[in-house]
C-alpha cells in the first residue's frame, strides 16, 4: 500500500474569492413624488413608448412575463427581474434597460433596435429619477405568485414517495405451471408472478401458456448474452429431464457466468453514457483510451459489482481510498456516518482492484464523466464549459436517477420538485474536478519499482554538493505572492491532511494554504529539499501531473521558472481541454519544456490576455522518458523576468543513473476524473453564463435532503464521494434502486414498469405496476444491489417464460380488448434484436465469432458515405475481425451505418431506450450489404466443410438450427431444397453435383438472414 | 390459421398504412416497434400513437422544399447585402465595437470586391458573383436579418439543422417527415443530395437525432451508386427474386404463428420498400431523359467541373420533387477552397464557389417555374452564418465568421417575391431591425409546409421537444 504523499511546494496562486453577488436592491422604496412636467413627460412620452415597445412580453397583460420583468409599475421597474434592477433612477450608465436598448450586455427589444429618438427619451427618463404617473395604483406583482411549489410537487408526484414494502398479493389461479417444481425453489421468482397475476386477475385474464423450450433458450441466450444457442447446446437443454424451469435456471446460471454477459449488458449501459471514442464537433479527435472505461463496465458486470457501489464508482470511483483489503460491505450506519460530512475516509468503502492486474478498477468508472462530445478553439470558452457539465449533469441524473435536472439550468424545473439551485449545486461538483489522463500500475510494478529506487537512494548519501542557495525575491518584484501549499495525491488520498507550512517567505500576509494535486509517481513526495518540484529526481521513466488549485486569470501573463526535458505544462482554462488538438484562441497555453538543463523563464502569453478573468489551473506533465523542475510560477503584467533574484535560484539535482537498473514499466492510461479544490457554482440568470446570480454549495437534490446539508467539507475537495454516498442510500433516496430494476425490466420485457426508463418525473410514464416496482427496488438493495441476481430472479419467473403466441382464438380476443398493448404481460412480447445482437449472430452463426474479451476496439469499417472533416485515414476491416460489436470503436461522426440503421443510439446523452424503427436501409444492409454477404458465405462454407456428408435435406436442417434454434418444418424443407435447385439451375450447376457447391448454400444462408424470424426473439 | 383474426378491428391501422400512400415515413411511423409488439392495433390510431401519419395543421402552399446548404458561410456584403460604407473605409480600422471571433484576428474594414446592381422589377440588388440567380430576383424574399447563436461551423451547422447547437437533436427534412410523412412510394422522404462536402458536425446534421431512425436522411451521393447498398447483390434480377420469394413465404409462416405483430409486418413491408427503391433510385439518377437544352441550362456541361456536379443535384432535385420526395438538401461540392469559408483569398473562393452554384440554382428556379413546381416547393438558399465586414488578419483578404447577421434568401412555396427583409447596421455586421433567429426560419419553413411548429412535438428527455425548442415565430411578412 501506498503511503499518503506529500510535498511542500513553493509554488501555487492564490484563489480569489468570488466576489459576493451584489445585495437584491429593496424593494419596498417608496415612490417619490414627481412635479407635474415630470409625471407629464412620463404620461405622453414613456408610457406609450413603453406599453407600444415592451409591454408584450413586460406589460400587466403579459401571457408570461420574460426574463420575471415586470414593467408594470414604478416598483416592479425597481425591483427588476431575474438580471437583477432594471434601472438605476438617475443613473442611465448603470441601468440594465437603457443598456439593453442600446444593445449593450442584452438587446431589446430582441427583433429591432428602437429608433434614436426612443433611446433618448427612455435614457432621459431614467435620467429624471423614473417619474411615473401620481396615480400610482400599478400593483407590483405578487411574489408569491412565482414562488416554486417544491413540497407540493414532491407530495404529488408518485416516485418521490420511499420505496415501500409490499407483501406479494394473494392470487387466484395456480401461477405454477409445473407441477413437479418445488414452488419454494422459486420463491422469489414466484412473487413477482404474484404482482402480475394480481394486475392479470383484476382484469379476467391470465399468463398464456410456457414457450416450448427451444423459444425459451433463445430467448434467453438474447436476454443474457446477445448471441443465439448452438444446436449442441439446444439439444442439451431439449434433452435435459429436469423440468423446464429447473432446467432453465441451469442455463441461466451459467449464462450469467459466462464472459458475453458483460459484453450485452455492457452494450445497454453504454447507451447511457453515451459512450464514442471520438470528440465529434469539427474534427471528431479521438478521446484516447475510453476503451479501458468500456472494459471497465464489462468486468464489473461480471463480476456483479453491487449496483451501488457501481454507482458510487462512477460518482467518485477516484476518491476511493486504495488499499487491497477485502471488507465487509458498509451498513447503512456507517454510510449515513460517512455521508453525514465527516471528513476522515477510513470507511469500509475502499477502491476495487482490478481481478488480475491489480490496478485500481474503480478509477476507470470515472471515465463517464468524459465520453461527450467535445469542442475546440470555441469562441466562448465559459460557454462551452457550461455545455459540458449540461450534459454531464444531463447524463448523471437521467443515467442513475430518472430525473431530467438539466431541465433546471435556465429555470426551475417546469414540471419535477427540482430547483435551478439543484442544477448549479450539482454543477459546483464538477466545478471542483479535473479530467485526468489516470495512471494505472498493472501488478503495482511501478509502485514497486518506485520503493526500489526510494532504497537505492536513501542507501547513499545525500550529495553534499548541493547546497541551499535558494534567495528571497525582493518583495518590489513580485507581482503576485505566491505561497507554500501541500498537495496530496488524488489517487491515494489520506485520512489526515496535514497542512505544511513555509516559513521560508517573509511576505505577510499569507492565504490559506492551497493544496496543489498529484497524479502518478514522478514527482515523488514533495518538492526536495531546495523547495523545487522535480519529476526526474528518482527516475526518467516515472508519469506524472501536478495540478495546481484553482485560480483566477487575473494578469496577461504567467512566468515559470522552471527547467525539464521533454516534458510540458498545460494551462486549462474553464476546464477547456482541446488544445492537445488545436492551439485556435488558446494559444500558448500548453507548452513544451526543453532547457537543455538549465534554468529558465518561460513566459507565457499568446491568447491569455483574452481570457482575464477565467478560471484555470495549471498542470506540469511529465508523461514520458523527460523530466519537469519548477521552481515558482508568477503573474505578470509583461514587465522582465525577475532573473536578478539570485542566479542559480536552486540547483539542479544530478540526475540520477545509478538506478537505471531498475526495471520501470509504461503505467497503463484511463480517462477519468480527479479532484480540485472546492469551487461552488453561481446560479446562471436564465441558464446564461454571463448573467450571474448567487452561489450554490454543493450538495443533494434539496427535495431528497433539504436546502441544509453539510454534506460536503470544502477542505476535501469536490466532495463528490459524499454526493454518491448520499444517492445510494436508498432510505432517503427512492431512485437509484428504482430506476435501476426498472431498466433491468425493460431489457427483459421490451418495456420498463415506468416506460420512460429515463425519467420518473410528471413527463414521464407513470408504473403500470407500481407495487411491483417497489417490491423489486426493496429485495434489490436487501440483496446486496446483484444485478445478476434480479436478472435471475425475474428471468425464472413464469411471466417471463410465457410464449407470446396467442394460445387460442376465443382467448386471443379477449385479451385483445382487454389489453391490446401488453401493458399487463398476459403474453411475452416479440422483440427486434439490436443492431449488436443481429450483426454478433451473424458473426457466430457463419463460424466467424472471436470470442476475445476486452482491449482497444477495433477501428469502424468506413464506406465511400462515411464523409467528412476528421475521417479516419484507414478503414477498419469489413467484419470487425470479427469481434463482438461492442468492441468496434465508435466514431461520433462516423457511426456505423448497420448499428445506426437498426436503432443503436447516437451517443449524445442517456437514452435508456432505444428506438425501435422500421427503415429500407435495414432491408437493404440485409440484402445487399458486403458484410452480410461475406457471412453468408462463411456460413455456407462453414457448413459444407462441416458436413461433407450431409445430405442436402440434413444440410437444410442443420442451417436452420444454426440461426433459427429450430429445425425446419416439412414444407420448409421442401421449399428450402426447391430454391436450392432453382438457384442451382441458374447458374448451370450439375443436376447431381450441385450441392456441393457453395454458391447455392450461400444463397439459403443468405435468405435465412433476412427472414424475420432471424432478426426478431419470440 | 389466425393471420388475419384482427383485421376488422385493424382496419383503422391496416387502411392507414396502405392508403396513406406516405412511402417511407409513415410506413416506418406506423410501424414502429415501441408499442407492445403485438396486439396493440386497436390503439394504434392517431390519438394514441404519436408516431402515426399526420396530416398538416392547415392548407400548405409547399409540399416539398429544396433546402440549398452553401457550406463555410457566405460573406452577406459580397452578396445580397451592399454596404457602401465599406468602401469608403476600407483598409479603415472597423467603425463598430468588435466581438471576438473565431480566430479573433481582427483587421481592418474590407470593401466587397464585387460590385452590386440592381435587378428586376424590384429592383434587389445583388452582387456580381450572382450573375443568373439575380435574374431571378423577383420570386425571392431576400433575408437580411438571419442570425446564429454560434460562431463556430459545427455548432452553427447543428444550430441551422437541427435548431440546437449541440449533437444529437433531429435535423429539419427528419421533422418534416415525422410532422407529414412523405408522399413518395418508393424513395426516402428526406434525402442529401451529396455534392461532395459533408459539412463539419458530420452526417448528424442530417440524422433523426431522437426521432425513430426512419426519419433521418438517406444520404445520396453523384456517383454509380448512390445509395448505399441500392445496388443487389446477385447476378440477376431473378437469382434474387427467388431469394427474395423464398423469404416472403418462410416470413408468411412466422405470421400465421404469432398472429398479427406490427413490428413483424411492416419489417416485412419494409422489404417491399426496399425493392421498390432498388428499382426507383436508378431511373432517379438516369439523366438521359432529359433534354439537352435542360442539361445545358442546368450547367452539365459547364467547362468548371464544380458546376457540372452541382448542376446535377439541382437537376436530381427537380425530378425528386416531381416524385414527392419531402425534403431534398443538396450539400457543396469541394475543391473551391475551404467550401465557403474564406478566411483568406475571398476573392478567389467566393468567385469559385458561385460559380459553382450560381448557373444551376438559376437553372433549377426557371425550371421548377416552367413545370408549375414552384408555387409547391419552398427553395432555401442559406449557410450556417455570415462573415466579418472587416478582414481576418492586417494583410488578409479573408473575412472571419459572422453570426450575429448573414443573408440568405427563400423563394416558391408561399414566399413573396422580390422582397428583403431585414437590415443590418451601415457595415452589414449585426442586425439593426427585424432580427431572425434561426428558430424563426424554422417556424416559417414549417409554417409554409402546413405544420405550426408550436405544436408538432416529440416527447423526450422529459421534455415535448419542438424544432424551434421554446422559440420562434413565423416570419409572416415575407409570406405571398
Known amino acids: 500500500m501506498l503511503k499518503p504523499r506529500r510535498l511542500l511546494l513553493l509554488i501555487g496562486v492564490a484563489v480569489a474569492a468570488l466576489t459576493a453577488w451584489p445585495r437584491e436592491r429593496a424593494d419596498s422604496q417608496e415612490s417619490p413624488t414627481f412635479d407635474a412636467a415630470s409625471v407629464e413627460f412620463f404620461q405622453s412620452k414613456v408610457k406609450p413608448l413603453l406599453e407600444a415597445r415592451c409591454f408584450e412580453c413586460h406589460g400587466p397583460e403579459a401571457k408570461k412575463l420574460k426574463g420575471g420583468l415586470s414593467l408594470a409599475s414604478r416598483a416592479d421597474v425597481l425591483r427588476g427581474g431575474d438580471s437583477g434592477a432594471a434601472i438605476v433612477p438617475g443613473k442611465p450608465s448603470e441601468s440594465l434597460l437603457v443598456k439593453a436598448i442600446n444593445y449593450v450586455d442584452f ?17 432621459e427618463w431614467v435620467k429624471r429619477g423614473a417619474p411615473w404617473s401620481a396615480d400610482k395604483d400599478d400593483p407590483a406583482r405578487d411574489p408569491k405568485l412565482d414562488a416554486f411549489p417544491l413540497a407540493e410537487r414532491k407530495a404529488k408526484h408518485w416516485a418521490w414517495k420511499p420505496i415501500a414494502h409490499v407483501e406479494p398479493p394473494k392470487v387466484r389461479q395456480p401461477f405454477q405451471i409445473d407441477p413437479n417444481v418445488n414452488p419454494a425453489t422459486f420463491r422469489d421468482s414466484n412473487a413477482i408472478d404474484q404482482f402480475l397475476l394480481s394486475k392479470l386477475e383484476e382484469r379476467g385474464l391470465s399468463h398464456a401458456p410456457a414457450a416450448d423450450r427451444r423459444t425459451l433458450l433463445r430467448r434467453v441466450y438474447f436476454a443474457i448474452v446477445g448471441l443465439p444457442p448452438t444446436p449442441a447446446e439446444a439439444d442439451e437443454f431439449v434433452a435435459d429431464q429436469a423440468p423446464t424451469r429447473e432446467a432453465l435456471a441451469r442455463v441461466v446460471d451459467r449464462l450469467l457466468e459466462s464472459p458475453h454477459f458483460g459484453e450485452r449488458w455492457a452494450r445497454h449501459w453504454l447507451d447511457l453514457v453515451r459512450y464514442a471514442e471520438t470528440l465529434g464537433h469539427e474534427f471528431d479527435y479521438p478521446l484516447h483510451h475510453a476503451h479501458q472505461y468500456r472494459d471497465y463496465v464489462i468486468r464489473a458486470l461480471n463480476a456483479d459489482v453491487p449496483y451501488d457501489r457501481f454507482v458510487v464508482e462512477h460518482v467518485a470511483g477516484d476518491l476511493l481510498p486504495v488499499g487491497w483489503v477485502e471488507s465487509s460491505r458498509p451498513t447503512n450506519q456507517t454510510r449515513e456516518k460517512l455521508a453525514g460530512g465527516s471528513r476522515g475516509l477510513d470507511p469500509p468503502y475502499v477502491a476495487r482492484p482490478h481481478p488480475t492486474d491489480g490496478y485500481n478498477e474503480s478509477l476507470l468508472a470515472t471515465g463517464f464523466w468524459f465520453l461527450g462530445e467535445d469542442k475546440h478553439a470555441p469562441v466562448d470558452a465559459k460557454g462551452e464549459q457550461a455545455a459540458r457539465i449540461d450534459n454531464q449533469l444531463d447524463v448523471f441524473s437521467k443515467a442513475f436517477l430518472g430525473l431530467t435536472v438539466a431541465c433546471a439550468r435556465c429555470h426551475d424545473h417546469k414540471f419535477d420538485a427540482i430547483r ?46 548541493i547546497a541551499k542557495t535558494r534567495e528571497v525575491p525582493s518583495a518590489t518584484m513580485l507581482i503576485e505572492e505566491f505561497t507554500a501549499k501541500s498537495f496530496v495525491d488524488l489517487q491515494h488520498p489520506s485520512a489526515e491532511r496535514r497542512e505544511v507550512n513555509n516559513d521560508n517567505s517573509p511576505l505577510a500576509p499569507r492565504p490559506s494554504p492551497v493544496r496543489w494535486f498529484a497524479t502518478g509517481w514522478a514527482f515523488g513526495d514533495g518538492p526536495n529539499r531546495h523547495g523545487v518540484v522535480h519529476s526526474g529526481e528518482l527516475a526518467l521513466r516515472l508519469r506524472g501531473v501536478l495540478r495546481s488549485p484553482t485560480f483566477t486569470i487575473t494578469h496577461p501573463q504567467i512566468l515559470y521558472r522552471l527547467a525539464g526535458q521533454n516534458a510540458r505544462v498545460r494551462l486549462v482554462l474553464d476546464g477547456y481541454q482541446m488544445m492537445d488538438f488545436s492551439g485556435l484562441l488558446f494559444n500558448g497555453t500548453t507548452f513544451e519544456v526543453k532547457t537543455d538543463g538549465k534554468w529558465v523563464w518561460h513566459r507565457q502569453a499568446g491568447d491569455l490576455q483574452n481570457h482575464l478573468g477565467r478560471r484555470a489551473y495549471i498542470e506540469l506533465i511529465d508523461d514520458g522518458d523527460g523530466w519537469i523542475a519548477c521552481e515558482s510560477i508568477w503573474f505578470s503584467n509583461g514587465g522582465r523576468e525577475p532573473t536578478a533574484l539570485g542566479g542559480e535560484v536552486a540547483p539542479l539535482v544530478d540526475i540520477p543513473t545509478e538506478t537505471a537498473r531498475i526495471e520501470i514499466p509504461e503505467p497503463m492510461r484511463a480517462i477519468a476524473i480527479c479532484d480540485g479544490n472546492a469551487v461552488n457554482e453561481r446560479v446562471f440568470i436564465r441558464g446564461s453564463h454571463k448573467n450571474l446570480g448567487p452561489e450554490v454549495a454543493r450538495r443533494n437534490l434539496e427535495v431528497l435532503d433539504g436546502i441544509d446539508q453539510t454534506i460536503v467539507d470544502d477542505e476535501a475537495g469536490s466532495g463528490r464521494l459524499q454526493l454518491a454516498l448520499r444517492l445510494i442510500d436508498a432510505k ?29 418525473g410528471v413527463l414521464g410514464k407513470e408504473p403500470t405496476h407500481p407495487e411491483l416496482l417497489d417490491h423489486l427496488a426493496e429485495s434489490f438493495v436487501a440483496d446486496g444491489w446483484s444485478l445478476k441476481r434480479l436478472i435471475r430472479r425475474i428471468v425464472l419467473t413464469n411471466a417471463w417464460q410465457q410464449s407470446s403466441e396467442p394460445p387460442s382464438l376465443e382467448l386471443a380476443k379477449k385479451t385483445h380488448e382487454v389489453d391490446p398493448q401488453n401493458l399487463w404481460l398476459h403474453r411475452a412480447p416479440i422483440h427486434r434484436l439490436e443492431s449488436e445482437a443481429i450483426r454478433d449472430s451473424m458473426l457466430l452463426v457463419a463460424g466467424h465469432l472471436d470470442r476475445k474479451s476486452f482491449g482497444p476496439s477495433v477501428p469502424v469499417h468506413l464506406t465511400s458515405f462515411m464523409q467528412g472533416r476528421g475521417r479516419p485515414g484507414t478503414s477498419g476491416p469489413l467484419d470487425g475481425d470479427g469481434r463482438r460489436s461492442v468492441y468496434t470503436s465508435i466514431n461520433r461522426n462516423f457511426l456505423s451505418p448497420m448499428m445506426l440503421a437498426f436503432d443503436t443510439p447516437i451517443p449524445f446523452t442517456t437514452i435508456g431506450r432505444r428506438n425501435v424503427s422500421n427503415v429500407p436501409a435495414q432491408a437493404l444492409i440485409l440484402m445487399n450489404d458486403p458484410f452480410v454477404l461475406d457471412m453468408s458465405k462463411r456460413w455456407a462454407e462453414r457448413t459444407l466443410k462441416e458436413s461433407a456428408d450431409f445430405t442436402p435435406g440434413q444440410r437444410i436442417e442443420r442451417l436452420y438450427l444454426d440461426a433459427l434454434t429450430r429445425s425446419p418444418t416439412a414444407v420448409e424443407q421442401a421449399e428450402a431444397l ?34 424475420k424470424e432471424f432478426v426478431f426473439v419470440k | 390459421m389466425h393471420c388475419r383474426r384482427f383485421v376488422t378491428q385493424s382496419q383503422t391501422r391496416r387502411a392507414m398504412l396502405q392508403s396513406c400512400a406516405s412511402g417511407f415515413g409513415t410506413v416506418a411511423l406506423a410501424s414502429l416497434l415501441n408499442e407492445p409488439a403485438f396486439g396493440a392495433e386497436a390503439t394504434s390510431t392517431s390519438e394514441t400513437n404519436p408516431f402515426a401519419a399526420r396530416k398538416p395543421h392547415f392548407d400548405a402552399q409547399a409540399k416539398s422544399v429544396i433546402f440549398l446548404y452553401m457550406d463555410g458561410g457566405v460573406s452577406q456584403v459580397d452578396s445580397f447585402d451592399p454596404k457602401p460604407r465599406l468602401d469608403a473605409e476600407n483598409g479603415k480600422p472597423f467603425g463598430l465595437k468588435i466581438e471576438k471571433t473565431q480566430f479573433n484576428n481582427i483587421g481592418n474594414t474590407l470593401a466587397s470586391p464585387w460590385k452590386f446592381q440592381q435587378y428586376g422589377e424590384s429592383g434587389i440588388p445583388v452582387s456580381d458573383l450572382f450573375p443568373h440567380v439575380a435574374q431571378h430576383v423577383d420570386k425571392l424574399a431576400v433575408v ?29 427534412g427528419a421533422w418534416v417527415g415525422y410532422g407529414l410523412g412523405a408522399e413518395c412510394q418508393d424513395l426516402p422522404g428526406f434525402v442529401v443530395l451529396n455534392g461532395g462536402l459533408i459539412p463539419p458536425g458530420g452526417l448528424d446534421n442530417f440524422n433523426s437525432g431522437f426521432l425513430p431512425a426512419s426519419f433521418q436522411a438517406s444520404v445520396l451521393g453523384a456517383g454509380d451508386a448512390p445509395v448505399a447498398n441500392i445496388k443487389r447483390a446477385e447476378p440477376t434480377a431473378d437469382a434474387q427474386q427467388r431469394k427474395l420469394d423464398l423469404m416472403r413465404r418462410l416470413d408468411r409462416k412466422l405470421l400465421e404463428q404469432t398472429g398479427p405483430v406490427d413490428a413483424l409486418e411492416s419489417a416485412i413491408a419494409n422489404y417491399e420498400l426496399a425493392s421498390r427503391m432498388q428499382m426507383a433510385v436508378p431511373q432517379l439518377m438516369d439523366l438521359t431523359n432529359e433534354t439537352e437544352a435542360t442539361q445545358k441550362a442546368y450547367g ?54 458561385a460559380l459553382t452554384v450560381d448557373q444551376p440554382i438559376a437553372a433549377l428556379l426557371a425550371d421548377l417555374t416552367q413545370r408549375g413546381l414552384l408555387d409547391s416547393t419552398l427553395v432555401v438558399w442559406s449557410g450556417e452564418f455570415g462573415r466579418t465586414p472587416f478582414a481576418q488578419g492586417s494583410e488578409s483578404d479573408g473575412r472571419d465568421h459572422n453570426p450575429f447577421a448573414f443573408s440568405i434568401w427563400m423563394a ?45 412535438t416529440f416527447r423526450f428527455s422529459g421534455r415535448d421537444m419542438r424544432l424551434t425548442d421554446v422559440h420562434g415565430h413565423v416570419v409572416n411578412e415575407i409570406l405571398a
Open chain 1, 420 to 465: 435551478t439551485s439543484d442544477y448549479y449545486a450539482f454543477a459546483g461538483f464538477l466545478q471542483s474536478s479535473r479530467r485526468q489522463t489516470a495512471y494505472l500500475d498493472p501488478h503495482g510494478k511501478i509502485d514497486a519499482a518506485v520503493a526500489e529506487l526510494k532504497r537505492s537512494r536513501s542507501e547513499q548519501s545525500s550529495n553534499p554538493k
Open chain 2, 412 to 456: 416558391g412555396g408561399g414566399i413573396k417575391g422580390g422582397m428583403t427583409f431585414g437590415q443590418t447596421d451601415e457595415y452589414g455586421y449585426k442586425c439593426v431591425e427585424n432580427r431572425l433567429e434561426m428558430h424563426d426560419l424554422h417556424a416559417t419553413m414549417l409554417h409554409l409546409l402546413g405544420v405550426d411548429h408550436t405544436k408538432q
Open chain 1, 978 to 1011: 426447391a430454391f436450392l435447385q432453382e438457384q442451382a439451375k441458374s447458374y448451370n450447376l450439375p443436376a447431381d453435383g450441385w450441392s456441393k457447391h457453395a454458391q447455392v448454400w450461400t444463397d439459403l444462408c443468405h435468405v435465412l438472414f433476412n427472414v
Open chain 2, 144 to 172: 437580411r436579418s438571419l442570425t446564429s447563436q454560434f460562431p463556430e461551423h459545427t455548432n452553427a451547422n447543428y444550430f441551422l439543422h437541427t435548431g440546437h447547437g449541440q449533437q444529437g437533436r433531429p435535423s429539419m
Open chain 1, 107 to 123: 438587446e431589446m427589444p430582441p427583433k429591432s433596435r428602437l429608433p434614436e429618438g426612443e433611446v433618448a427619451i427612455l435614457s
Open chain 2, 300 to 353: 452539365l456541361q459547364a467547362d468548371f467541373a464544380n458546376t457540372r456536379t452541382f448542376g446535377r443535384t439541382c437537376l436530381l432535385a427537380r425530378r425528386m420533387v416531381e416524385r414527392g420526395v419531402r425534403f431534398i438538401e443538396l450539400t457543396c461540392p469541394g475543391g473551391n477552397g475551404d467550401r465557403w469559408d474564406q478566411h483568406q483569398g475571398l476573392k478567389d473562393g467566393h468567385t469559385k464557389n
Open chain 1, 732 to 760: 432517503s433516496n427512492p431512485f437509484v434502486p428504482r430506476v435501476a430494476v426498472n431498466r433491468v425490466w425493460h431489457h427483459l420485457f421490451g418495456r420498463g414498469i415506468v416506460e420512460s426508463v429515463d425519467n420518473f
